[in-house]
Structure formats: C-alpha cells, structure tokens
C-alpha cells in the first residue's frame, strides 16, 4: 500500500475567470495578508531572520517588510523581541537594520510576481473547505509552498534537522501555526510523460494532496470561545487517546474497504488488472498480433462483467466511462484509501498502543478531505463513510461556529461559478491542461 500524490479528481482553477467568487476572494486575501510564503527554485518572496540568542527562528514576506499596513506589525514583533536587551533609544535603529537586511536577502532572488502568488494561492485554497481557509487567514497562520521534493528549503536550520525530509507539515503550538507544502516540481513548468512527479501537473497535484492533509490536521483543532486550541475531535489528551467515536469509525471504515475488495476480487478485478497490464506493455512497446488480440478479448469480457456488478453495487467506481484501465484504476484506489486509513512510517509508531491507535486516528482524520480531493467526495463517501461523516457533520461545522464566534460573522459558503459573458468566452479559448492518467499497481 502506498499514498498516492499525482492523483486528482477535479482539476483546481489556475486563473481567475475559472474560479467562484469565495475562493478567488480567499486566495487574493491569502496574499495580500502577506503569511504566502514562496520558494520556487529561484524565485523567492521570503526572508529567514534567524536569532538563536533570544530563541528566535522567523520568517517575513516581502509583503511585510515594505507594506505600509503589514510593516506595523513586522515592526512590532522585532521590537518585543529586541527590547528584551537593547536600550529604547537605539531599538528603532536595530529594527530598522534588520528589516533591511531582509529585504537585501530577499532581493538575491527573482521576484516572485503578483500572478504566481495568486495562482499558488488558488491551488491552496481550493485544496480545502471555504472555513478552514478563512480560519487559516483569520488566525495568520503562515504558509509555505515549496516547489523542492521536501520542506527543508523553507525550514530554519533547527526544523530542519528534524523534518527536513518530510513532503509537508503543519505545526501548531497554541499560539502559533504553520502549514508547509512540497510539491517536488514546477507546477506550472512541462510535464514529461509518464512520469508521477515532476514539473506541471503532477506538481499541482501535489499541492493540492499534501495541502489538503496538513489543512485536515489543523481544522481538526477544538477551540474555546477566545480562540485557543484546546483538544481535537480525533484525539485527547494531547493526541495520546483517540475520541471513541473517531476510532470505530476508522475501524468500521477499514473493515468497509475490506469487504469491498473482496467482493470485487469474486469478480476476478485481480485477473482483469493483471491483462491490463499485459496491454499497457504491448502498448508501450508498439507489440501487435493475436495475442494483443486474445488479451483485448479477455479484458473486454473480464471488464463488462465487472462493471456490470459495479453499476448495480458501486456507482461511485464506475462516473468514469472513458477509464482504460478499470480495474488498474481501484487497485490503486483500494491501496491508496487503505494506506491513507492505515498510515505506515516509523513517526506514527509507539511503544504505547493506545498512542499509537490515537496517531492512527489523527491522521485518518486528517486524510478525509486529502482523498476527497483526490477521488472524489461520492467515491470517499463510500469507502471511509463514517470518516467522513465526521469530518463533514462534526469538523467543518465546529469550524463554522468557531469563525462566527471570533467574528461575529455568519458563513455563507455557496460556491457559484456565474461568470461574465466576456469571461466565459475567454475560457473557450484557453489551452487545456493534459491530464495523464497513470495508476500504480499494489
């Protein structure tokens, strides 16, 4: 079993005219808020202001080194940290040296434009419910995107050595929080064939797997009436005991899946990806003869009574009509919900049993809006059903009652799509991204 990245099932708007109203609205306040934080190869829109002797490991935007508005605060940070040893009349100065001296650093690099930033941000942004990103923005949570294999680009030197290798990660200690995201390419670079990372679309694909999980983990954040995390609906005790009600629905969720594999494996799925992958390879190698023949015979009678059962049984499976490779394509997708309810790597491990079950859990939890963005909400639905009902029922709302409660807003997250003539015209035109389809066999 493996997590899968380069996998999406709808693709995210790249430019405005794509995107509803709420979601454009969020990504440009993302930005402008200046927490974005960029490094794309040579293109840098951040600085790392280290101070080991007060115990400081910081980061600033361009943004809020030159902002009027955001300066003040930029300012204010410095100045508490300062005065804790330098004299009132020389702190402006030492302030002042030290914001150019991140800008300097920032300058070293190409600039990160106005119209990367916002198509970064609107990967992001559609990579999670509405709430959880107006909570993020609410709370000045900081955001990395990086487009390495990992986060040590954008980690201080002490994080590094810890997590450097990790391909995203969201920290949170009660007052502050973090969200770092790898892609492993240019999102926006060419995409070589074949490949399942890399340059273009596997890239997007990979911000918007990896932002959706560490997303997941902080909208599972409980918080009082003045903001202050206090618990999560997976876990209590600070994450060492599953909530019983998370617990038996991974559980259930996970006998689910095995009972849906099994069904399918009566149905010879197995057997079925097996002859796929006999085609695939005389497709790759241009083989032609009988026996391409007698495998295209195999596969179409293996196919039709499979989808036979899946039209009458498992809808979900088959809203793909145009899929090639049916049974290669759930393979993949049972391996993947399987390791996502299952999480296996030496973190999630403890001697402690019960932490280790309530580790299992955080992270199940978290995944839920990671596979729906990945397969579908119809498909999580079916597969990690009480999950998601969680998530959905319980998560989102809390999160909802939580904003309003700190803003005294009401939510309104009706996502529409209503676009000006002129726009719409525009998107007629516009080049397709090719979407290549590559499943991964257990």
């Known amino acids: 079993m493996t997590n899968l990245y380069h996998i999406l099932h709808k693709f995210p708007a790249l430019e405005e005219e794509d995107m509803n109203p709420i979601q454009e609205s969020l990504s440009r306040e993302l930005v402008l808020r200046g927490k974005f934080r960029i490094d794309a190869d040579d293109k840098i829109n951040f600085a790392k202001l280290s101070l080991p002797y007060y115990s400081k490991h910081l980061t600033f935007t361009l943004r809020e080194l030159t902002d009027l508005e955001l300066l003040k605060a930029t300012k204010k940070t410095l100045s508490d940290i300062f005065s804790k040893d330098t004299d009132s009349s020389k702190l402006d100065a030492k302030v002042r ?46 955001i990395f995107v990086s487009y390495s294999h990992n986060i040590g680009d954008v980690l201080d030197v002490v994080s590094w050595q810890a997590n450097g290798s990790n391909s995203g990660m969201q920290s949170t200690d009660g007052k502050n929080a973090a969200i770092f995201i790898s892609c492993g390419g240019n999102p926006f670079g060419e995409h070589k064939e074949g490949m399942i990372y890399g340059d273009g679309y596997t890239a997007i694909a990979r911000i918007t797997v990896v932002g959706a999980q560490e997303i997941g983990h902080f909208s599972d954040i409980i918080r009082d009436q003045y903001g202050r995390h206090v618990s999560r609906h997976s876990a209590i005790n600070g994450g060492t005991r599953a909530r019983e009600n998370v617990r038996i629905a991974r559980l259930d969720d996970i006998k689910n899946l095995k009972l849906i594999i099994r069904d399918l494996e009566d149905l010879n799925i197995r057997t ?20 391409v023949l007698k495998t295209k015979i195999i596969i179409h009678y ?5 989808s036979k059962n899946l039209a009458k049984n498992y809808p979900e499976f ?15 997708l049972f391996a993947d919900m399987g390791f996502n309810l299952e999480p296996k790597a030496d973190v999630y491990a403890n001697e402690n049993k019960e932490i ?33 009902k969680i998530y959905y029922n319980q998560v989102i709302p809390a999160n909802i009652e939580t904003y309003h409660n700190l803003t005294g807003e009401l939510y309104n997250g009706t996502l529409t799509y209503e676009k000006h003539l002129i726009l719409r015209i525009k998107k007629l035109f516009k080049k397709k991204i090719h979407y290549e389809k590559i499943w991964e066999l257990e």
Request: charged share 30%.
């Open 97 to 142: 040296v030290t914001i150019s001296g991140m800008i300097k650093q920032i300058s070293k690099f190409q600039k990160v434009t106005d119209e990367l930033e916002m198509r970064l941000a609107r990967i992001v942004v559609q990579s999670a419910h509405p709430i959880v990103i107006k909570m993020l923005i609410l709370e000045k949570v900081e």
């Open 272 to 291: 079925l990806a097996e002859y796929e992958r006999h085609l695939k390879f005389y497709h790759k190698n241009k083989i032609k003869g009988l026996r």
């Open 302 to 306: 293996l196919r039709y009574k499979l």
């Open 318 to 332: 088959i809203e793909d009509h145009s899929e090639k490779f049916l049974a290669s394509k759930l393979l993949s």
């Open 356 to 388: 280790e079950e309530a580790i299992a859990c955080i992270e199940a939890l978290a995944r839920v809006p990671q596979q729906a963005q990945k397969w579908g909400h119809d498909i999580c639905k079916r597969i990690m059903k009480d999950l998601y």
